[in-house]
């Protein structure tokens, strides 16, 4: 019985590394560098640079790569067992496992691979620290009613995760001052790569703050500022970043 379950936990350890190995691989793939990857018993979280200000779809794209390669370890646990390979028992189970920890990460819940897909769904239709913060917003309430249902249940598995996120959603609030002076850094960087240009409007007394609070992921932006004219991006991200003039109205910079 305890070899049993030994090759259990070590065949879910390796579901979940193979999880991890597709996020790894389709970010590799765009381009992305890994900076580090935590193995967690429903999952992982992979850590990427030069990923805050990237295409909306390419974050979806990498958060699907996870569940894909349990959808394909799914396949292959029935080929298996029509083969003969694995028994029907065995087969089940891995079948069952690479299931749950698909769904699990599909949640809606940051930084779970729902929570990042629904971040990216959000960053098409709305500027990026609006739609980060909804996102977590979010999460945060459903990681609650998780914990809510554990403890109504007396579910001790479920109340572990459950609390596990819940630091973890917390300390992205926190820490998303810093995260979005990334996205701005990252943008800056990458002007020249970005062919989707999108104009937004924005009132002249308007702090340049506030008008970087309105930039969107995966695109570049030409601002009108109202009664004024037009201001470039990158010279908008240059006061902010550089040339310290955050309380600074945009109609200043056009003039």
Sequence with gaps: MAAGRFLEVCTLFVIVLI????????????????????????????????????????????????????????????????????TEEWARFFLISNATIAAFNLLPIWPLDGGRIVQGLLCWVLPYRQAALLSLLGSTLLVGTMIGLSLFDLKINLLVIGSYLLSVNIQAFFRFPYQFFRFLMEKYVRQPEEHNVQAIQIGPDETVLQASQKLRRGASHLIYVQGTGLLAEDQLLRALLFEQKHDTAVKELVL
């Excluded at 790894?24 to 793939?29: D, G, L």
């Excluded at 018993?41 to 794209?61: K, R």
């Design 19 to 86: 999880h991890e190995f597709g996020h790894v691989a389709m970010a590799k793939e765009l381009g992305w560098k890994v900076t580090e990857v935590q193995l967690l018993p429903f999952g992982g979280v992979a850590t990427m640079e030069d990923s805050y200000a990237t295409d909306p779809l390419d974050e979806i794209v990498v958060a699907l790569a996870g569940p894909f390669m349990n959808v394909v370890m799914m396949g292959l646990s029935y080929v298996f067992w029509l083969g003969g390979v694995w």
